[in-house]
């Protein structure tokens, strides 16, 4: 009897469960990074896992490039003694502004949109990138795709 109600309760919580749904959740889009006077000259790789980006100064400005790579879709790992992005699955390698050089990469990996709010910290938007097309002109220097600070 015990073994029967078992296997009923059982039966009954899967039935529960089927009402839900297992749902992944994806990262936000459009999202707060800091000040810009939070960022030194350079690749700063502190929102690779959260947001898969890396932020980047230099004496341009600030941009962010999203850390997908334009082969396959891996993520690249950023080599600082080597000053390059190098993708661990079929050897792609980037400069420092994301601009492909080596491997199977057709083309550079794609810039976010960053603004300023009206606090004065980035906002990255993630659903609007700038990318750099095999044979057409850059969209890197476009209002957005960098901050000029």
Request: aromatic fraction near 14%; charge should be neutral; hydrophobic fraction near 35%.
């Amino acid at each position: 009897m015990a073994a029967v109600l078992g296997t009923l309760g059982v039966n009954l919580l899967m039935f529960l469960r089927f009402f839900f749904p297992r749902a992944l959740y994806e990262p936000k889009t459009k999202f707060k990074i800091g000040y810009p006077s939070d960022f030194g000259f350079g690749v700063d790789t502190k929102f690779q896992n959260q947001y898969r980006i890396w932020v980047v100064r230099n004496t341009e400005g600030i941009f962010v490039i999203s850390a997908i790579c334009t082969h396959l879709g891996c993520t690249p790992d950023w080599k600082p003694s080597e000053n390059k992005f190098k993708c661990p699955c079929h050897g792609s390698g980037y400069d420092p502004e994301g601009i492909n050089f080596e491997g199977p990469a057709p083309r550079p990996m794609d810039r976010a949109h960053v603004e300023l709010d009206p606090e004065g910290q980035i906002v990255v938007d993630l659903s609007h990138l700038y990318s750099w097309p095999k044979g057409e002109p850059s969209q890197f220097n476009n209002d957005g795709a960098i901050l000029r600070v």
